[in-house]
């Protein structure tokens, strides 16, 4: 560990953020891969959060955030900079129609509340495996509906440093798995979001709907990353890559899932190296049976 990374992480008190060295990130992530990070660093506040952003951007330390670690791969070698975990920013409260969240809420627990509270729109959203600040991010979606619809404003570090931003919902540019957050490098503290008054019983419903939908199409005891690539325009990446043959191929630890050929799981020590030679053996088929080139939706981590 370079001594002034320790000195420089040293300006925090444990109250405001807690420090580890060479951690393991295997455990952080979803596919439960990869190597080890300089420093793992958690704030307890969103103040917190700002403070070691500004401390790390003046020393000219590399950071990288994780959230619920579920759209990423880490690699084999790990990260040589502070990984800023935001899962102790996990409070989140609701007052009539709206949410005020920190980034790291559990998104599947704010949706399930919200739901139960009769607001709606987060029902389809309940089983996504995220915080709120990698699903703003990703702005991640299922059964039609997307996070970033239901945002109202975002508050959010800019890329460089420097006071949060307030953001409106248009200023957050969302798009098809993507936000202005991507595009830009800013870090999210946190967000307010809201949703039309609706029958709660209706809404939990369609969220027992969902949740039964998922257990039964995704390969939801194995560990992975979800949809390993965006769906290209007007078709799903899951079927060409089954009507490719591809469903069970293997590289060492890494397969395509049998249940949902979008997924690569890992069934047991697959390296960050094994998922990559997949992917590219997966986009190289595809490529040449379709003619279609699949683009990467999961992170390669620090890339
Ligand atoms: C079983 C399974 C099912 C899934 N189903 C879906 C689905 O239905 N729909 C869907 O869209 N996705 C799905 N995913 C993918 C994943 O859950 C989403 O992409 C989710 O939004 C990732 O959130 P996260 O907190 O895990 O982010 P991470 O994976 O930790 O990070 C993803 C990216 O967001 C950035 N990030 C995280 N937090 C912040 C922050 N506070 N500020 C700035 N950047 C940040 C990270 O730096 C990284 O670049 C699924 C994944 C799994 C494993």
Known sequence: ???????????????????????????????????????????????????????????????TVLGNGSNVLVPDGGYA????LTRGLHD???????ITASAGA???ALCRAATRRGIAGFSPLVGIPAT???????????????????????RAVPAGGGDPLVLTQG???????????ARRGLVILGAELTGDAADASALIEEERRVTLHRRATQPLCEPSAGSVFRRPPGDYAGRLIEAAGLKGRTVGGAQVSH?????????????????????????????????????????????
């Open 132 to 154: 709120l600040g990698g699903a703003i991010f990703m702005n991640a979606g299922a059964g039609g509906a997307t996070v970033g619809e239901r945002v109202l404003t975002v």
């Open 92 to 98: 989140f409260s609701i007052s009539e129609q709206t």
């Open 259 to 303: 249940l949902h050929a979008g997924f690569i799981v890992n069934t047991g020590g697959a390296t960050a190296g094994d998922v990559k030679e997949l992917v590219r053996i997966v986009t190289e088929t595809v490529r040449e049976r379709f003619g279609v080139t699949l683009e990467r939706e999961i992170e390669y981590l620090g890339e």
């Open 171 to 181: 200023e957050c540019l969302f798009g098809y798995r993507t936000s202005v957050f």
């Open 106 to 108: 559990p998104l599947s």
């Open 1 to 63: 560990m370079p001594l002034s990374l320790a000195r420089v992480l040293s300006e925090l008190s444990p109250e405001e953020c807690e420090i580890r060295f060479s951690v393991p990130l295997a455990p952080f992530t979803s596919f439960r891969i990869g190597g080890p990070a300089a420093a793992l660093a958690t704030p307890r506040s969103e103040a917190a959060l700002c403070r070691l952003l500004s401390l790390l951007d003046e020393a000219g330390v590399s950071r």
């Open 81 to 84: 900079g502070v990984v800023i």
